[in-house]
């Protein structure tokens, strides 16, 4: 018996195209073609040995109906429907589906990629596969969306030639809405969890020294590495505290355990030794005063500390350790060694702590250190100690990556000791060093400037070269810089009134006053031992308030000022000297080095050709500068007649003459219902200097197009 069953070449029989009437009693017509069967596929079963292997017609068709797994057969290039079994039809939308085709069915998906799929198929022969395809189908609900995994599989007929697909399909929506909804869980929760590290670094930060001072005689530097562990936040502390008479106390600690209570008991302990320290202990006074604070302090037991006084100008060193390792020396030569143990106990463990004495040569460093990096994974105390004397003195001598290494020998030890060590070992412990190096003492700077506009730019080269040599930041930098260069601005319009015309406007030059002394203004400044830096600006004229008519002149002193920690005039016959001080740090976390100071740029002022009234600034808007800058306001206001945007946020450096260019300008466009509008990005220089000239000026950037 022949039958004939459009099951998609699930049954396995011999296939063809009928290209015309078809034998009648040898092929059954296709249900849904013509007469002649044109273009319609059959499959024809033959009785014997097919049957035997595949199973008869009725059996098959059955099997393929109730397989568990949605199946669809198409044919032609078309992509017709041509056999579904019940599980296709009960997740289908759509119940009438044999003889559409699929554009048909699913006029949605046109655009969706699947036909491209299905094209691939039916031409190249290759099935494929796709995991969780996102598609969006019209149900009784409107446009849904929906994923589902399938496996498109070519059938040939008899010739081999591709004559249609079948497409197994799952609808996996619900796991991927779970497995989406785990990930979102599982993001939340990690972001949750940075969340509460940022916290507990904030709080870590915030126990530890931001910065470290800058002391005559002595270059420090110090690095704190955190245990490789889900923490971020630990016992382990250093300290540098100015003291009196040159002084410096150089203090490491280790608190057991980690997380926020050792950090809590570090911040007790620290502060103890601190004030301690500041009050006129030496270490081991300091350090049994410790010793019964820990006492009544919960986690504080087994805390170990070393503190380490120190003077530069002598190498002297007396230091106290209370169960905490004894620092490493390095001398100049390379040698290191350690000072001798103290040999007693931790904190809060009945030891009694006295003082030891010891020398730091010219040249050498001293390096404070935590047991994390002598106690790494894989190492002995004994074995660590030998690799950080060893990794620590070729740091120092600069042969360990002497190739753009910094030039500050105790950044160049703390860093690099650091990357070796750790590197392969890692650490299972915090780990602190603190280094201290001692240096010659810093030059002390001395420049005579004539009384004129051009005095303060000289003044402000050599300033920034000399602070540059102290390794002082931008920030105390610039902040220094402006305030003496407001200072010698000053001296040069007020010191020699006297002599006929303001002397700081006649001219370059040491021109002679009336009683034959030159018009100049002499600027001093060295580092102190306590950390500030002092400078002195003094001239030999006679100070004279010159009456102005401008309300916007007169705020040089308090714009220096600000930018200081203090500041005294001193007014005698011989002249004025202005002094301010500034406690200058360096941040512990140090950038690549600074390259030399250049030369500052002239001022610029650019239009925006598409963005009409738009005006940018660049480089220094000071007494030389601000009579042209002026002219350009004015220029581009037309006179006052029309609103301006100025953007600053390329102002190197703002003086009060430009201040007072811009607050002229600002009062002339209010006068005629017009608007200045300044833009400073936060924290810039011409947002320092608008905010304490009580200029209004926006943080938000002017609109630009393109």
């Known amino acids: 018996m022949w039958g004939c069953v459009c099951s998609a070449g699930l049954v396995r029989g011999v296939v063809r195209r009928c290209r015309g009437t078809a034998p009648v009693g040898r092929v059954a017509r296709a249900a849904r073609g013509s007469a002649d069967c044109s273009g319609a596929v059959v499959v024809l079963f033959v009785p014997g040995e097919r049957d035997r292997l595949t199973g008869e017609a009725p059996t098959v068709r059955e099997a393929f109906e109730q397989a568990p797994v949605p199946l669809c057969a198409c044919s032609g290039p078309e992509h017709r429907v041509v056999a579904v079994n019940a599980a296709y039809r009960a997740a289908a939308v759509r119940q009438e589906l044999v003889g559409s085709t699929v554009d048909e069915l699913y006029p949605e998906a046109r655009f969706q990629e699947i036909l491209a799929v299905f094209d691939r198929v039916y031409a190249t022969g290759v099935a494929e596969s796709k995991k969780a395809w996102r598609m969006q189908l019209t149900t009784d609900e409107g446009l849904q969306e929906f994923f589902f995994d399938f496996t498109v599989t070519p059938w040939f007929d008899t010739g081999r030639e591709s004559a249609g697909f079948i497409c197994s399909i799952d609808e996996v929506s619900e796991q991927v809405r779970e497995r989406r909804e785990a990930e979102e869980r599982a993001a939340e929760a990690e972001a949750r969890y940075a969340r509460a590290r940022s916290t507990l670094a904030a709080l870590q930060q915030a126990l530890l020294p931001a910065d470290l001072p800058l002391l005559p005689g002595v270059d420090l530097d110090a690095r704190y590495v955190l245990a490789e562990v889900d923490t971020a936040a630990g016992g382990d502390w250093y300290d540098a505290v100015v003291l009196s008479e040159g002084r410096v106390a150089l203090v490491a600690g280790d608190v057991v355990g980690h997380g926020v209570k050792a950090s809590a008991v570090m911040g007790q302990l620290r502060a103890v030794v601190q004030e301690r320290l500041r009050a006129g202990c030496g270490p081991a006074e300091a350090m049994n005063a410790l010793d019964r604070h820990a006492r009544h302090v919960p986690g504080a037991e087994a805390a170990t500390c070393c503190i380490a006084v120190l003077v530069p100008a002598t190498g002297a060193l007396t230091y106290a350790g209370a169960g905490h390792p004894a620092p490493l020396i390095i001398d100049a030569d390379g040698t290191a060694e350690y000072l001798p143990a103290t040999g007693q106990g931790p904190l809060a463990t009945g030891a009694t702590y006295t003082d030891h004495t010891g020398r730091l040569p010219p040249g050498a460093t001293l390096l404070h250190y935590s047991d994390g990096i002598v106690e790494r994974p894989g190492t002995t105390p004994e074995s660590g100690r030998k690799d950080l004397a060893r990794i620590a003195s070729l740091a120092a001598q600069n042969l360990l990556m002497p190739r753009d290494s910094p030039t500050s020998t105790s950044r160049r030890v703390v860093e690099q000791t650091l990357e070796v060590l750790l590197r392969e070992s890692g650490h299972s412990d915090d780990v602190t060093v603190l280094a201290a190096h001692r240096t010659a003492v810093p030059r002390e700077l001395e420049v005579v400037l004539p009384a004129d506009p051009s005095g303060a730019r000289q003044v402000q080269a050599e300033l920034g070269q000399w602070l540059l040599g102290l390794n002082c930041t931008e920030d105390d930098e610039s902040q220094l810089q402006h305030a003496v260069v407001e200072l010698v601005t000053n001296a040069a319009e007020h010191a020699y009134v006297h002599v006929t015309g303001v002397a700081g406007l006649t001219g370059p030059g040491r ?191 002017p609109h630009r197009t393109g």
């Open 511 to 701: 021109e002679e006053s009336a009683g034959g002394q030159a018009r100049d203004v002499t600027v001093r400044g060295y580092l102190d031992t306590d950390g500030s830096v002092v400078i002195e600006v003094a001239d030999r004229g006679r100070w004279q308030d010159v009456p102005h008519q401008d309300p916007f002149r007169g705020r040089g002193l308090a714009m220096a000022r600000t930018f200081t920690d203090s500041l005294t005039v001193d007014r005698a016959e011989s002249g004025t000297t202005v002094r301010l001080r500034k406690r200058l740090s360096h941040p512990v976390t140090l950038t690549a080095s600074r390259p030399a100071a250049a030369r500052p740029a002239d001022l610029t002022v650019t239009e925006d050709l598409d963005v009409p009234g738009l005006l940018t600034v660049t480089g220094r808007l000071d007494a030389v500068s601000a009579e042209r800058f002026t002219g350009d306001l004015t220029t581009h206001t037309r006179g006052g007649t029309r609103p301006l945007t100025v953007d600053l946020s390329g102002v190197t450096h703002l003086a009060s003459a430009g201040v007072r260019v811009l607050h002229r300008t600002h009062d002339l466009l209010v006068r005629n219902d017009r608007t200045l509008t300044l833009y400073a990005p936060p924290g810039s220089v011409a947002d320092n200097v608008l905010d304490l000239a009580g200029l209004p000026h926006t943080t938000r950037p």
